[in-house]
């Protein structure tokens, strides 16, 4: 059983950086890939950007570039720092764990509750 909670959401003004966490517990977080969602009003959840246990690094094309996420397996945390943000970036952000490198959420067996990331334009 993995908990995850995430945190450093808030409101930015375009252009600007966020950095968000996500703390894990549990014995084995270095084995997980660990991803990012988002979900957006009214959209459905989509991938963000994932990272696995070997640290090999996976993006949506809409935040390649912007976006860069790592972790701490000492610390069991994962982070998303988040450049030149867009109101399209507008979004609750969820901090995701699974065991296969994917983009595909159904994949993904433990989520945090979700942070909110408000980009003003």
């Known amino acids: 059983q993995v908990q995850l909670v995430e945190s450093g959401g808030g409101l930015v003004q375009a252009g600007g950086s966020l950095r968000l966490s996500c703390a894990a517990s549990?014995?084995?977080?270095?084995?997980?890939?660990m991803g990012w969602f988002r979900q957006a009003p009214g959209k459905e959840r989509e991938f963000v950007a994932a990272?696995?246990?070997?640290?090999?690094?996976y993006y949506a094309d809409s935040v390649k570039g912007r976006f860069s996420i790592s972790r701490d397996n000492a610390k069991n945390t994962v982070s998303l720092q988040m450049n030149s943000l867009e109101p399209e970036d507008t979004a609750v952000y969820y901090c995701a764990a699974g065991f296969l490198a994917t983009i595909n959420e159904v994949a993904y067996q433990y989520w945090g509750q979700g942070t909110q990331v408000t980009v003003s334009s």
């Open positions: 549990g014995r084995t977080f270095s084995l997980y890939t």
């Open positions: 990272i696995s246990w070997s640290d090999s690094t």
